[in-house]
């Protein structure tokens, strides 16, 4: 805010408006001792943290007296159909097949020192940035402060807060430090510890350039995806028809078997493509996006790597789906259905009634993911309700 509209709001709020000034000041402050421990000089503190005001139009924030503001991340608001729009996949695709040729040298390098497919990669980098395109409209570093100060998740964001400044410290300039309401930066969306984990100087120029150089952005994201677990030479997904009658409630990562043992239960691979016999030795859970609307996949250890970069499943079905379009596969066979999707506000409501019930046992987060999903079977199940996993107004109803 403007120093005179600061003026202003102290006096209507009687020094309200100073104290929390002074207060995240001091919560800047407290962070030094941290950022010291990293290398990073009292000059470079204070130049950072100068004038620093927390921008509390973020998401993810708890501020008392105010309704919070929930992550108005594509992801969590849009249905299947919404995100995974087949326009949108021809166009990325066509880019990514252009990129795959103009890149290729690099990609293929990548793929023999680290182990990552140039496709998967391409991918990720068309969803973060748009290949590059997308400017971040963010300051990092106020951004990852107003977090650390009053956000969900303040002590992951504290870590970064303080990383953050390290890069700093380290020559990357400020201007470069654009980032997501999250905090993530570059051409294939890094968290400044994240940064200091996996960013690679690959094009030999002697900087680490994630911002400007390609071969830095993706090379980066492949360590990162490796250091995560990816297996090279294994699927990330096998898009399936599911059986008839198939119990949604096993849809959920801990139900695992040998895709081989999917297949001998009724589940035909997409296209009639039938697995390698490398393929059919991996192991894979079952995953029902939409519960028993649309499509189903067998998801392998490489789904779930994709979805450290961001934890939903729609994400990772983009990013998979995209990178198997760059090799020239098909559109999905089955087609994604017409459901509507709860606001975040509404799953975690039902997220809630589900932990009371004794059917979840995970986080509520307003995220309706595939332990959600299974837990609403299973509460469908015990009260006779059509079994679908898919979490609607007229479920959420039935569990007052």
Not at 228 to 240: F, H
Not at 370 to 378: E, H, I, Q
Request: positive net charge.
């Amino acid at each position: 805010m403007t120093r005179l509209l600061a003026v202003f709001l102290l006096v209507v709020t009687g020094g309200s408006l100073a104290r929390a000034d002074a207060a995240f000041d001091a919560f800047l402050q407290s962070t030094w001792p941290a950022a010291q421990q990293l290398g990073v000089s009292r000059a470079t503190f204070d130049n950072a943290v100068r004038g620093l005001e927390p921008d509390l139009k973020l998401p993810d924030l708890v501020i008392a007296g105010r309704v919070d503001k929930a992550p108005e991340q594509a992801e969590f608001v849009l249905t299947p159909s919404q995100y995974l729009k087949e326009s949108t996949f021809d166009r990325m695709a066509a880019q990514g097949r252009k990129l795959a040729a103009e890149h290729r040298d690099t990609l293929t390098r990548i793929e023999r020192e680290i182990g990552v497919p140039g496709n998967v990669l391409l991918a990720i980098w068309g969803r973060e940035t748009d290949y590059g395109r997308y400017a971040l409209p963010y300051d990092a570093i106020r951004v990852l402060a107003t977090q650390a100060y009053t956000g969900r998740r303040k002590d992951l964001f504290r870590i970064e807060f303080v990383h953050a400044l390290k890069m700093l410290q380290d020559g990357v300039p400020r201007t470069k430090l654009r980032s997501s309401w999250g905090g993530a930066m570059g051409m294939t969306q890094f968290l400044p510890s994240e940064f200091y984990k996996y960013a690679t100087d690959f094009d030999g120029d002697g900087r680490v350039d994630i911002w400007g150089s390609i071969p830095d952005a993706l090379a980066s994201a492949a360590k990162q995806l490796a250091g995560k677990g990816w297996r090279p030479g294994e699927p990330w997904a096998i898009e399936v028809r599911v059986p008839a009658q198939t119990d949604c409630t096993i849809a959920e990562p801990s139900q695992v078997m040998p895709v081989a043992d999917w297949l001998a239960r009724g589940f035909i691979p997409a296209h009639g493509k039938r697995p390698t016999p490398n393929e059919m030795k991996v192991e894979a859970s079952l995953l029902l996006p939409e519960g028993t609307y649309g499509p189903g996949f067998l998801t392998a250890k490489n789904y779930f790597v994709i979805k450290e970069y961001n934890f939903s499943d729609l994400y990772v079905l983009y990013v998979g789906h995209l990178a198997d379009r760059i090799a020239g596969a098909r559109a999905f066979e089955t087609p994604w259905s017409k459901t509507e999707q709860l606001r975040s506000k509404d799953v975690e409501a039902m997220q809630r009634r589900l932990t009371a019930f004794g059917f979840y046992k995970d986080k509520v987060d307003g995220k309706a993911g595939m332990l959600t999903r299974s837990a609403l079977g299973a509460f469908q199940k015990a009260r006779g309700l059509n079994v679908d996993c898919w979490p609607s107004a007229d479920v959420l109803r039935r569990m007052n």
